[in-house]
């Protein structure tokens, strides 16, 4: 899929630093995601500048509107030069709404569905009017087989959402996950995490990773020694 699944998670509103903390990973990891903070501040001119260190980027803007205003929203996106390699919408949104956004996004980027978010407890999910008979994972394996069904290309999800993902969605469905975690690493207010080694043995595609790289001393040896520790 991706050639090194190391996802660096760029959480700064500001371009400039996106831009220069890219340029020092380029060569460690496959991707970094952006999300709004820095589009709503920087729009376009701050995502072509980050856009321009030669990172493929994944535009972690987490779309939910009605059917017509996705699809016209994600147009904009993949007029974006270049066009970014993932976008994402809230697989909650329904059918017409993401089978609308896989029209838009028509094969230019990889779209993926946010599935249930994992700052939400159980009570906070049936307080927001899902199915208080079916538990948050079997909640989340639902939202992965609409997603599929309706065109798109895998779903962010947990460490341990994983393997019951791809036995529901099949191999090929996209799993990008976050919590991951290097052994002994700080775990921060992550919650269930997985090491990136644990998290690629259980099929995940992607590993979004943030401060354990960003916040090292020397964030491209941290990316380093991550992507080392995938290997054999
Ligand atoms: O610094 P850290 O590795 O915790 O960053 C993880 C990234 O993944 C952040 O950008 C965070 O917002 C994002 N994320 C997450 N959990 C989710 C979805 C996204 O941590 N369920």
Not at 133 to 157: I, N
Not at 162 to 179: D, L, N, Q, S, Y
């Amino acid at each position: 899929m991706f050639q090194n699944p190391i996802c660096v998670a760029l959480d700064t509103p500001d371009p400039s630093q996106a831009a220069a903390m890219a340029g020092k990973l380029k060569n460690h990891v496959g991707m970094a995601k952006v999300g709004m903070e820095l589009f709503y501040r920087a729009g376009r001119v701050g995502y072509e500048k980050l856009a321009a260190q030669g990172v493929p980027l994944f535009l972690d803007l987490k779309l939910h509107d009605i059917p017509n205003t996705v699809a016209q929203g994600l147009t904009s996106l993949m007029s974006l030069a270049p066009a970014p390699a993932i976008v994402n919408v809230h697989a909650s949104g329904g059918p017409a709404m993401l089978e609308a956004a896989a029209k838009a996004v028509d094969g230019k980027a990889r779209l993926i569905g946010v599935t249930i978010l994992t700052s939400l407890s159980d009570a906070d999910i049936h307080a927001a009017g899902f199915d208080p008979a079916s538990d948050t994972a079997q909640t989340v394996v639902k939202l992965a087989r609409l997603s599929k069904q309706s065109g798109l290309d895998g779903v962010v999800c947990s460490p341990h959402d994983i393997a019951a993902i791809k036995a529901a969605c099949g191999a090929e469905f996209m799993t990008v996950v976050p919590g991951v975690r290097p052994a002994g690493a700080e775990v921060q207010d992550q919650k269930r995490i997985a090491t990136p080694r644990a998290a690629r043995a259980d099929g995940a595609d992607i590993l979004v990773i943030g401060r354990p790289i960003t916040q090292a001393g020397d964030p491209a040896a941290a990316a380093a020694a991550i992507a080392a520790s995938l290997e054999g």
